[in-house]
């Protein structure tokens, strides 16, 4: 983690001196600032940006050049041209962007808030839970401090790890989630370059490739209509059911002294939150990695497809990017550490080898027609048998009392979930046989 306490920085990125009488009344303002400021949240979402922006001032956010700028325009303009004999989804993509990494958190802040603002509130419950109830009507209050304590450890943790990830994504869609704006299409030249280098491969073929995944991605966000839902709160879901370790926590809160900022520089939030062993929470898991995998198993097989024949170092590229997916980057494994969510699609390559079996045995059109409605997309179980999956016949009858436009809600079930199949003892089971 970088040296910043909780993002407290002075001008230049580094943190204070206690030896500095100067330094220590700046900073001691800047804590007396946050602790008096009333959030919206438990999530100090301005202090987030603050952290993720000084960790990117002192590592480097090259700016986007003209050149790039093109660059990512033309390609993702050829992608879309790529993709549309290989995907039955039409084109996504209404605005195309090239990102700095600063531009990429601003424009994710949105979707993050929502997937972390439930993880952080039971965070900042537990710390409240750690003052005892005769001390509570004391305090008054002053009581509210401890959430603002809470928020402000929170985002500037979270802030850490948003401007690691911000230095690795090479796309608005490069993690499987709808982070950037809908319709918008977005390459990171910066870290496109750094990645490609460590391929040792071209940057142009690369960034080509990027822009495949990307429009891939674009088309299913964008012409699915329950898609987005369905992902995100498959992600809320699993999070809802991840517990509090408040030993870590009061542990991590017993080594803080106000007065002394190297104390606060010492505290690390990972390990707090861990998932609850339950049978509800291993259902939510398993929707969680089935969508995840189910969504990047499509772009890897469309992408892969599209580029056959036209790029010289596809298979290389392929391969590269599902080992990238399924083993995660440094900065998506401190985010995991930090808020107990794995955003790895585990199942990568079984799910990429049902679409394969999907497309050769029921033609493009009909791979794309199970992005219809949840209910007709493979279950965890398929995975198993691509093949007899493929293979199954769809009784259109089923589908009468489906509504086919519905973003979520009730009617939404994952893959694999209970209703979602004749034996599951529930009415309205699979739509397949």
């Known amino acids: 983690m970088p040296d910043i306490p909780f993002g407290f920085a002075l001008p230049g990125g580094q943190p204070p001196d206690p ?47 003209p050149y790039e700028r093109n660059a990512v325009e033309e390609a993702l303009r050829l992608a879309d041209l790529w993709l549309e004999p290989a995907s039955a989804l039409p084109s996504g993509i209404q605005t195309s962007l090239a990102w700095n990494r600063n531009e990429w958190i601003f424009k994710t802040l949105d979707v993050w808030r929502k997937l972390c603002d439930p993880v952080a509130s039971r965070m900042v419950g537990a710390m409240g839970d750690l003052v005892p109830p005769e001390a509570r009507a004391q305090l008054g209050p002053m009581q509210s401090m401890v959430a603002t304590l809470g928020g402000a450890l929170f985002g500037g943790q979270l802030g850490q790890a948003l401007g690691s990830l911000a230095a690795e994504v090479l796309s608005a869609g490069d993690i499987g989630l709808p982070l950037g704006p809908a319709g918008t299409a977005a390459l990171i030249p910066a870290n496109i370059r750094a990645y490609g280098e460590g391929l040792e491969l071209p940057e142009d073929e690369v960034r ?45 809160m017993g080594r803080v002294d106000p007065t002394d900022p190297e104390s606060m520089q010492a505290i690390a939030l990972e390990g707090i939150f861990t998932p609850e062993d339950s049978p509800a929470q291993k259902a939510s898991l398993a929707r969680l990695e089935t969508a995840l995998a189910l969504v990047e198993g499509w772009v890897c097989h469309v992408v892969d497809s599209a580029a056959s024949g036209r790029l010289p170092n596809v298979v290389s590229l392929g391969e590269a990017f599902r080992r990238r997916r399924a083993a995660g980057g440094p900065a998506e494994q401190t985010f995991a550490a930090l808020v107990g969510l794995e955003l790895r699609p585990r199942r990568l390559r079984e799910a990429a080898a049902l679409w394969a079996a999907l497309t050769e045995h029921r033609g493009i059109s009909g791979r794309d027609a199970l992005w219809g409605h949840p209910d007709l997309l493979p279950s965890d179980d398929d995975f198993a048998d691509p093949v007899a999956f493929a293979m199954s016949e769809l009784d259109l009858s089923e589908l009468e009392n489906f509504d086919f436009s519905a973003p979520g809600g009730p009617e939404e079930k994952a893959p694999g979930e209970p209703g979602q199949r004749p034996d599951d003892d529930t009415e309205g089971g699979d739509a397949r046989p």
């Open 19 to 65: 030896n500095d009488p100067a330094q220590m009344q700046q900073f001691m303002s800047q804590l007396q600032h946050l602790l008096s400021s009333s959030g919206s949240g438990p999530v100090n979402w301005d202090l987030a940006r603050q952290v993720a922006a000084s960790q990117l001032a002192a590592s480097g956010d090259p700016a986007v050049s």
């Open 208 to 252: 080509l490739y990027v822009a495949l995944r990307e429009a891939a991605h674009q088309r299913l966000f964008q012409h699915v209509p329950w898609l987005r839902g369905h992902v995100l709160s498959a992600v809320e879901m699993y999070a809802a059911g991840i517990r509090v370790n408040r030993e870590a926590i009061e542990e991590a």
